[in-house]
């Protein structure tokens, strides 16, 4: 399907005018990513001179520390209430080693994602005032957790929420407890997108700080944690501006020096060494982690983070790495049956589908077979999985419970099309882009796929249908240089908010092809910008891209989307471009 290319507006000439000093063509990019002042720039390139934000901007911080260390002190049982995934993981581990280092009698506790769910439920909480705990810390979760919350409270329990997801719409309908949450506005924290683990780490810091510690030994503990930050902000997709920014830049610098014999072992095993980046976490060690939970369950993620056997090390990376290749092989068997049941020839405007009674889908991966979908067919696509579990109602009828994951487009704002139909809806949570669900009886179910394609045909258009590549800057070949590349490098790390720049450069000519893999499917091209008599050229890549661009010859004259790179390749370094797209 061809793509539409949309440019980014220019950046207004009084942005220029009071940063003479800085390349125009890095101000377009900054102004792409939403950055306009002195200020938002420092954040973004002087992190040298910064510092994290003071934890105890957040309200209820210094009530929350007193009520820890009273806890610590009296010799109480705490308990850090958890998320199965990479967020929540690395979020637990990193309050279980700090609480540690205090000497706290703590422990942690993640629900199972398929038979618990997300959150606080009244079953856990039973079992952790059963074990005599009396105080639960929730990390990424908790936020829409009142019910289980006032339970834990008439147990007896003392509780803080911490979490970064958006609040309730009404505010009677918080949790009543301390809360420590960057996401609400009433809130004097000066950053809004901290992760779950970012929240934790201002949780940890604010206890470190407040210790009788000497200087030097609350910065290296502060620091010691970073590792655990990038990994969990990144594998979270937050935005990677602002102090998320700071963080994951100290956090890689921790992460490539890390003491964590998990870690360690969890790098080896991934095949990765040298310099780690932001690629190698949301790429390889965060779908590794979050691996645990969609095949079996996260303590094993959570205890590769926080073990300190080297031989226990190994074998808990070396079962992350088993479940990741199973769970890439469920994958492609759940893609493959839901694939099954769309019509190339007439794809709907919203893509739907779920299991029969015959075909039981994992719950760990709808998720991902959502996500593959949608960019595949470059639809919001819903993926519904009928459980094993049943709901008894007041009147003592059972009806199956179903859960679905949903991944969506521009145009189409998923989170609304699920609070649309709440009344519907058992659970359901989520941002415009991504949600999960869980439904009660099959009359619900079939109603609320009917109400969510009514939404897609009233709401989306052929345009909107349309995939899009956004650009930030029109090139020429004389515009690329070794200066520009260095510059764009200092822009990482890349990711949520913060992607690689794409650049296009128009009408150059294709004077050279080399297909290149075991079996030819990576191609490159040579192009040649001749348009002012100049004969700069570089070679461009598309990796898997041979069969994409088969029609593409040596004289064709194209235009081209791509990342601008070094290729460091026999102790030679030059420019390359690696294609996004080619339009002939």
């Known amino acids: 399907m061809e793509k539409i290319w949309q440019f980014y507006p220019k950046f207004p000439e009084k942005i220029l005018e009071e940063n003479s000093d800085k390349n125009q063509f890095i101000l377009q990019l900054l102004y792409n990513r939403g950055l306009k002042t002195k200020d938002d720039f420092a954040w973004f390139f002087d992190l040298v001179n910064l510092d994290f934000f003071d934890p105890f901007l957040f309200d209820d911080m210094e009530k929350a520390i007193d009520l820890i260390i009273s806890h610590i002190k009296l010799g109480n ?5 958890g998320d199965y995934d990479a967020d929540g993981v690395t979020s637990a581990a990193l309050l279980y080693d700090v609480f540690s280092v205090f000497k706290a009698k703590v422990d942690f506790y993640l629900p199972d994602r398929v038979s618990e769910g997300y959150g606080l439920n009244k079953t856990a909480i039973e079992e952790i005032k059963k074990e005599d705990f009396k105080l639960i810390i929730t990390v990424d979760n908790g936020i829409r957790n009142k019910e289980e919350v006032d339970y834990a409270i008439s147990l007896g329990l003392d509780v803080i929420v911490t979490d970064h997801h958006t609040l309730p719409e009404k505010r009677e309908d918080l949790p009543n407890c301390l809360t420590i949450n960057p996401a609400d506005e009433k809130s004097s924290y000066p950053f809004r997108y901290l992760a779950g683990v970012g929240v934790a780490f201002k949780l940890a810091s604010a206890l470190i700080k407040k210790s009788k510690l000497e200087d030097k030994d609350k910065e290296r503990l502060i620091c010691k944690s970073l590792d655990l930050v990038a990994l969990g902000t990144v594998a979270d997709m937050v935005p990677l501006l602002g102090e998320n920014r700071l963080m994951v830049k100290k956090g890689l610098e921790a992460l490539n020096e890390t003491k964590r014999f998990g870690l360690q072992e969890l790098i080896k095993i991934s095949g990765l060494s040298g310099n780690l980046n932001s690629y190698n976490i949301g790429f390889q060690l965060g779908p590794r982690l979050n691996a645990a939970s969609r095949i079996k369950h996260a303590n094993s993620a959570l205890n590769l983070l926080i073990v300190k056997d080297e031989q226990e090390a190994k074998d808990l990376a070396e079962e992350l790495n088993n479940r990741n290749s199973e769970r890439q092989k469920v994958t492609e068997e759940l893609m493959s049956s839901a694939e099954s049941q769309i019509n190339p020839e007439n794809i709907e405007k919203i893509i739907i589908v779920k299991n029969s009674k015959e075909d039981a889908w994992n719950e760990g991966v709808i998720g991902l077979v959502a996500g593959k979908l949608s960019e595949k067919y470059y639809r919001p696509s819903v993926v519904i999985a009928k459980t ?3 709901f008894e109602d007041e009147y003592g009828q059972k009806k199956e419970i179903y859960k679905g994951s949903g991944r969506s487009i521009e145009g189409f704002n998923l989170v609304e099309a699920l609070e649309e139909n709440k009344d519907i809806l058992y659970k359901y949570g989520g941002h415009p882009m991504a949600g999960g669900f869980s439904i009660v009886g099959d009359h619900n179910m079939l109603l609320f796929v009917d109400r969510l394609r009514e939404r897609a045909d009233k709401i989306l258009d052929e345009k909107t249908l349309t995939p899009k590549i ?13 200066l520009l590349i260095e510059g764009l490098e200092e ?3 890349f990711g949520q908010s ?5 650049m296009a450069s128009f ?4 004077i050279d092809v080399v297909k290149m893999g075991n079996e030819g499917q990576h191609i490159k091209f040579r192009f040649l910008d001749d348009k002012k008599n100049s004969l700069k050229n570089f070679w461009g890549i598309s990796f898997g891209g041979t069969k994409k661009y088969s ?11 791509y990342n601008l790179e070094f290729n460091n390749f026999n102790g030679n370094r030059d420019i390359q471009l690696k294609i996004v797209d080619i339009k002939k």
Not at 77 to 81: C, D, G, Q
């Open 507 to 510: 009408d150059v000519k294709i």
């Open 498 to 502: 913060n992607p690689a720049p794409k």
């Open 551 to 561: 029609e593409l010859s040596v004289g064709d004259r194209v235009s081209v989307v």
């Open 388 to 390: 094993s579990e049943v």
């Open 77 to 81: 049982k705490i308990m850090i209430y």
């Open 470 to 482: 956004k650009i930030d800057l029109e090139l020429d070949f004389e515009d690329i240089n070794d």
């Open 491 to 493: 822009m990482a790390p």
